[in-house]
């Protein structure tokens, strides 16, 4: 909850696209949008409020081009789904899509809003193709309790961090960064980062061979 709605969904390491396995998939959903229907979006200094506002009316219109784009391929609206025209400002109700399938622009696209597409899934061959089948590679997350599997997904997942049993995949002390159209090279962690204020110097110096005696 906390890894997608805290920001209004505009944070480069929000959970955006959420594979849930079949069998658990339904109670999944109904859990998910009871706990969303809880959020209070308001402006930042109203008290009781829990989400705020989205940094432009441009991110308006992407969630309504995304949203309209899944229900036409088949996607259904869970919770949300619409501005919020009794707040003046960039105000949308926090989104949950069920249905989800590769085809969408939710699956290829950067959402930067609230808006969070459920995906199910059978096994874990099928989960890992359709996680990294996209562009982007930032972040990841996961949830089992099967050690083996944990170390199989974080080797097999294509993602600069991958958050295991946890929604936090970035620290001060660790590396931050992606891989493929994510960036290249790192920031922070204590190598990295503190190299960032040190100045690294070369010398040269040339030694006369000794004098023959």
């Known amino acids: 909850m906390m890894w997608k709605w805290r920001t209004a969904g505009q944070a480069c390491t929000h959970a955006n696209r959420v594979y849930v396995q079949s069998g658990v998939y339904d109670k999944f959903l109904s859990m998910l ?53 009794n707040l003046s400002g960039n105000f949308f109700a926090p989104t949950i899509i069920s249905g989800m399938t590769p085809s969408m622009l939710t699956s290829q696209e950067e959402i930067f809003g609230p808006l969070l597409g459920l995906y199910r899934f059978d096994t874990e061959e099928e ?10 590679g930032l972040a990841a997350y996961f949830f089992t309790k099967d050690t083996s599997r944990t170390w199989r997904l974080l080797e097999s997942l294509e993602a600069g961090m991958v958050g295991m049993n946890t929604e936090n995949a970035s620290a001060a002390e660790s590396p931050f960064g ?36």
């Not at 995304?66 to 229900?71: K, M, P, S």
């Not at 960036?183 to 503190?194: C, M, W």
Request: hydrophobic share 35%; glycine share 14%.
């Open 33 to 85: 949008v009871n706990a969303t229907n809880q959020i209070q979006v308001s402006h930042g200094a109203a008290p009781g409020t829990t989400m705020g506002a989205l940094t432009t009316t441009r991110g308006l219109d992407k969630m309504e081009r995304h949203i309209a784009d899944a229900i036409s391929k088949g996607g259904k609206v869970a919770c949300g789904g619409k501005r919020l025209t």
């Open 127 to 136: 989960v890992v193709r359709m996680a990294n089948d996209t562009s982007m």
């Open 178 to 213: 992606g891989i493929k159209a994510s960036g290249y090279g790192k920031e922070a962690g204590k190598d990295v980062a503190i190299e960032e204020y040190l100045i690294s110097k070369t010398g040269t110096l040339t030694v006369e061979p000794l004098s023959k005696l």
